[in-house]
């Protein structure tokens, strides 16, 4: 079993809609959680990160965090065209800035 | 504008060649970091290193070697390239000291081996 997984997808959905994208793990020391967004041949950029649990948000973007459940979810608010992309967890603990990634999901946002 | 770079962009090689990656940061980052993307693995950490001179493996490491004699690059070497080998690679950098220190990647490698 992966230490993280996330649904590869590809998601589809309308212009307008609220995405939500999720991942679990099963490494309870994670402390620090992180979603990355990769657009189709470029590098992973960083989005948005969360430390133990609770809610973040940044503009359209809010990240959740349930330590109890191991459940991650980034939601995208009012989603456009510009957003589709593949959207990456990123897990780690204190030890020396070590990320673990999940698979990625693929977001396709249509006009 | 500082910016992390890899060349080549793609490459084409034969099984059991040796094959280098380079890396180029100019941020100054002691953290350097070297993963391969595959579908349905997301990203896999292969070596990293925290400072010039120092290396460590990753997940993943069997079959590369990194070397790190300055700051701003962190070459990625495979001895004798395999076709499991065959993937892209991305390599990301960080500065120092913060657990949340943002890791900027670099624009990848495709790399094939037949």
């Known amino acids: 079993q992966k230490e993280v997984e996330q649904d590869p997808g590809p998601l589809s959905v309308p212009e307008g809609a609220i995405v939500s994208l999720n991942c679990t793990y099963s490494?309870?020391?994670?402390?620090?959680f992180m979603w990355y967004r990769q657009y189709s041949r470029k590098g992973p950029e960083l989005l948005m990160y969360?430390?133990?649990?609770g809610n973040k948000e940044d503009g359209r973007f809010t990240a959740q965090v349930d330590k109890s459940s191991k459940y991650i979810s980034l939601f995208i608010r009012d989603s456009q065209p510009s957003d589709s992309a593949t959207y990456l967890c990123?897990?780690?603990?204190?030890?020396?800035?070590?990320?673990?990634f999940g698979g990625g999901t693929r977001l396709m946002v249509k006009p | 504008d500082a910016e992390i770079t890899q060349s080549p962009r793609h490459k084409i090689t034969e099984t059991g060649r040796q094959v280098t990656l380079a890396c180029h940061q100019t941020?100054?980052?002691?953290?350097m970091f070297w993963y391969r993307q595959d579908l349905g693995h997301g990203l896999r950490l292969i070596h990293y290193?925290?400072?010039?001179?120092?290396?460590n493996k990753g997940e993943v490491s069997d079959g590369y070697s990194v070397s790190r004699s300055n700051t701003e690059d962190l070459p990625l070497t495979l001895e004798s390239a395999a076709s499991s080998q065959t993937s892209v690679y991305f390599c990301a950098s960080s500065a120092a000291g913060q657990v949340t220190d943002t890791q900027y990647f670099g624009p990848g490698t495709r790399l094939t081996v037949l």
């Open positions: 941020w100054n980052h002691n953290n």
């Open positions: 990123a897990l780690t603990n204190n030890a020396g800035n070590m990320l673990t």
């Open positions: 290193s925290y400072g010039v001179q120092d290396t």
């Open positions: 490494n309870s020391a994670f402390q620090y």
């Open positions: 969360t430390y133990s649990s």
